[in-house]
C-alpha cells in the first residue's frame, strides 16, 4: 500500500523518495550568479527521515557543481547568502539528499531532479529604446525594503535605478521584474515623484543645465526631462521652476499622464486588495 503523499515513498534502492510537491525553490536571475529566494523556500521531508538525518541540496548547470549542508533534519536552513556562483543564465537542476545519520555517505532520501530554467530575455532594445528605470537587486540596511540610485553625475545616458533589499525582499525583486502591474502601480508613482524632484533640485543647484541638447548619450536629466515633456506637453524649460506651486503641478501632471499611458493604476490596486470593479 504506497504511503501518504507527504510521508513520500520507498524506491527499488530501499532509499525514500522525496515528491516534488513538497519542494519549492525559487530563484532571483541576475546576469551573472542566480540566487535562492531564502524566504520562500519550502522543504517538506517524510516523518520516515530520522531527525539527525543530514540534509544536502545538490545544484548543478552545465560543469558547475554546487553542494549546499543545510544542517540536521530537526534543524536545517539554507545558508544567509545562497548565491549560485558561476551558474550564469542557464538552466540549473536541483536535488535534495539525506544522508543516513548511522552509515556516513549512505543515502536514506533522494528528491527527483528540478530543473528550473531562466525566464526568456527579450530582444535588446536598440540605442534610443534603452530603460530609463531598472531595478536592481543589493545589500541595503535591514528592514530597508529599497531605495532609489541615481546615476554618477559623469555618466553617459545610464537609467535610475530601484534597488531592491536582497536579504529581505527577494521576491519582491522577482514580482517586479516580471511586471507584476499591482506591484508597479504601488511602488512606482513615488519613485517618479522624487526623480521629478530631483531633476527639479539638480537644475536649481546648476548640475543640470535646462538647455542640454537630447543626444543617445545625455544624461539622465535630459532623458528624462525629455520624456516628462513627450507625456505632458511641458518640459521643465517650460516651467517656472523657482515656483514651488508651479513645480507641484507640473509634477501632478506627470503622475496624472504615467496613470493614463498605465491603464489606471489605481484601479489595478483597487483590485488586487479585493475590491470588485463597478
Known amino acids: 500500500m504506497p504511503l501518504d503523499k507527504k510521508k513520500g515513498t520507498v524506491n527499488h534502492t530501499g532509499r525514500i523518495k522525496i515528491l516534488r510537491d513538497n519542494i519549492q525553490i525559487r530563484l532571483v536571475w541576475t546576469n551573472k550568479d542566480p540566487i535562492i529566494i531564502k524566504e520562500t523556500f519550502k522543504l517538506n521531508l517524510p516523518d520516515a527521515i530520522m531527525p539527525n538525518s543530514q540534509i544536502l541540496l545538490d545544484v548543478r548547470s552545465r560543469t558547475n557543481y554546487i553542494c549546499f549542508d543545510l544542517g540536521k533534519k530537526d534543524n536545517f536552513n539554507l ?22 545519520p548511522d552509515i556516513p555517505g549512505l543515502l536514506s532520501a533522494k528528491s527527483a531532479d528540478i530543473r528550473i530554467n531562466p525566464p526568456k ?4 532594445k536598440s540605442n534610443s529604446e534603452k530603460s530609463l528605470l531598472g531595478f536592481q537587486i543589493r545589500d541595503l540596511e535591514k528592514g530597508v525594503p529599497m531605495r532609489l540610485e541615481f546615476p554618477p553625475l559623469d555618466s553617459l545616458s545610464q537609467p535610475i535605478f530601484i534597488q531592491i533589499n536582497k536579504q529581505e525582499c527577494g521576491i519582491l525583486f522577482e514580482t517586479l521584474e516580471a511586471k507584476e502591474p499591482a506591484y508597479e502601480a504601488l511602488i512606482l508613482p513615488a519613485n ?5 524632484e530631483r531633476l527639479v533640485s539638480d537644475t536649481l543647484r546648476g548640475i543640470f543645465d535646462i538647455e542640454e541638447e537630447l543626444t543617445l548619450t545625455s544624461s539622465w536629466h535630459c532623458l528624462w526631462n525629455y520624456h516628462f515633456g513627450t507625456w505632458t506637453g511641458k518640459s521643465l524649460g517650460e516651467v517656472d521652476y523657482h515656483d514651488g506651486e508651479e513645480v507641484s503641478k507640473w509634477i501632478d501632471s506627470i503622475l496624472s499622464a504615467w496613470s493614463l499611458k498605465s491603464g489606471n493604476p489605481a ?3 483597487y483590485r488586487h486588495m479585493g475590491g470588485v470593479s463597478q
Do not use: E, Q
Open 121 to 124: 530575455r527579450t530582444k535588446s
Open 267 to 269: 484601479k489595478v490596486i
Open 79 to 100: 545558508p544567509d547568502d545562497p548565491i549560485l556562483t558561476n551558474m550564469g543564465y542557464n538552466s540549473i537542476t536541483f536535488t535534495v539528499r539525506v544522508v543516513n
Open 192 to 196: 517618479i515623484t522624487c526623480i521629478a
